[in-house]
Antibody
Framework: EVLLVESGGGLVQPGGSLRLSCSASGFTFSTYAMTWVRQAPGKGLEYVSTISINGDITKYADSVKGRFTISRDNSKSTLDLQMSSLRAEDTAVYYC?????????WGQGALVTVSS | IVMTQTPLSSPVTLGQPASISCRSSESLVHSDGNTYLSWLQQRPGQPPRLLINKISNRLSGVPDRFSGSGAGTDFTLEISRVEAEDIGVYYCIQTTQFPRTFGQGTKVEIK
């Protein structure tokens, strides 16, 4: 069974930093690209970032480019999202998603709240 | 690429059909020949679930009352007979180009 478990969410002040992690199991992590998608409270889905199988290709939404960094550790089957210079509009549930073209498995999400 | 869904709300009677349209601002045909248009379902309080990819390919375990169609820039998700478990928000998403983009979501609710 594919399982994606996010951790690291919480309350952070504007301008602060936070690191989200996603622990993957139930599939060969090193053979799949991975993606982060977020959802602000009561709003729709917003693409955040994607990383290729070996991490050599990374893509970002314009809204987070230069502030967020996606990375992965294939030896540990983990996906990370380092978030800095956080803004109130970054408040959302962040989902870890398996896939490049097909977003076929989603984690339960981690809530990030940016507020003073 | 901008994805536009209509309607944004769809009150339906159980057992009746429902249809959601998704239009992209550019063609979603990838250089590899595939069209990467998917449909997601999000039930209340749940993460999204992939129902259909590449326009019409239903994922394993997805009931056959769900079907996808379309080409180029115009796509449709149809539910042949809505059941109570189908209540939620449906999103189209294009994964042909970066950044990936979602439609605004269509809320399917009981009339």
């Amino acid at each position: 069974e594919v399982l994606l478990v996010e951790s690291g969410g919480g309350l952070v002040q504007p301008g602060g930093s936070l690191r989200l992690s996603c622990s993957a199991s139930g599939f060969t992590f090193s053979t799949y690209a991975m993606t982060w998608v977020r959802q602000a409270p009561g709003k729709g889905l917003e693409y955040v970032s994607t990383i290729s199988i070996n991490g050599d290709i990374t893509k970002y939404a314009d809204s987070v480019k230069g502030r967020f960094t996606i990375s992965r550790d294939n030896s540990k089957s983990t996906l990370d999202l380092q978030m800095s210079s956080l803004r109130a509009e970054d408040t959302a549930v962040y989902y870890c998603v398996k896939g490049w073209f097909n977003f076929d498995y989603w984690g339960q999400g981690a809530l990030v709240t940016v507020s003073s | 690429i901008v994805m536009t869904q209509t309607p944004l709300s769809s009150p339906v009677t159980l057992g009746q059909p429902a249809s959601i349209s998704c239009r992209s601002s550019e063609s979603l045909v990838h250089s590899d020949g595939n069209t990467y248009l998917s449909w997601l379902q999000q039930r209340p309080g749940q993460p999204p679930r992939l129902l259909i990819n590449k326009i019409s390919n239903r994922l394993s375990g997805v009931p056959d009352r769900f079907s996808g169609s379309g080409a180029g820039t115009d796509f449709t998700l149809e539910i042949s007979r809505v059941e109570a478990e189908d209540i939620g928000v449906y999103y189209c998403i294009q994964t042909t180009q970066f950044p990936r983009t979602f439609g605004q979501g269509t809320k399917v609710e009981i009339k």
